[in-house]
């Protein structure tokens, strides 16, 4: 498939995780910490795909919250304590 992240989206990336994070990306660049929370918790399927439909939708609206909701994600569906799932943080040109 290729990388989850480019310069830009990566189209084959978004389409194959679609229909797992359809409420995420459904959300825009203004969504509230609240609302993603809310939206991961719908779409939550395993850990790994739960965290790459998060990456790509934060990484393609410029999601940048104080305190992660895959960290919030994981507080309240008690799953891995910390580290399972990092936001996108990429330095593209200088």
């Known amino acids: 498939?290729?990388?989850?992240?480019?310069?830009i989206d990566n189209p084959v990336?978004?389409?194959y995780f679609?229909?797992?994070g359809r409420h995420l990306f459904a959300l825009g660049p203004n969504a509230t910490p609240g609302q993603v929370l809310a939206a991961l918790e719908r779409?939550?399927?395993?850990l790994p795909i739960t965290c790459s439909v998060y990456r790509l939708a934060a990484w393609r609206n410029h999601w940048h919250f104080g305190?992660?909701?895959v960290?919030?994600?994981a507080v309240v569906k008690h799953l891995y304590s910390t580290g399972w799932?990092?936001?996108p943080a990429f330095n593209v040109g200088s």
């Open 67 to 69: 305190i992660s909701p």
């Open 43 to 46: 779409d939550l399927s395993t």
């Open 18 to 20: 679609a229909a797992s």
């Open 13 to 15: 990336a978004l389409r």
């Open 1 to 7: 498939m290729g990388p989850l992240f480019c310069v």
């Open 71 to 73: 960290v919030q994600l």
């Open 85 to 87: 799932c990092s936001d």
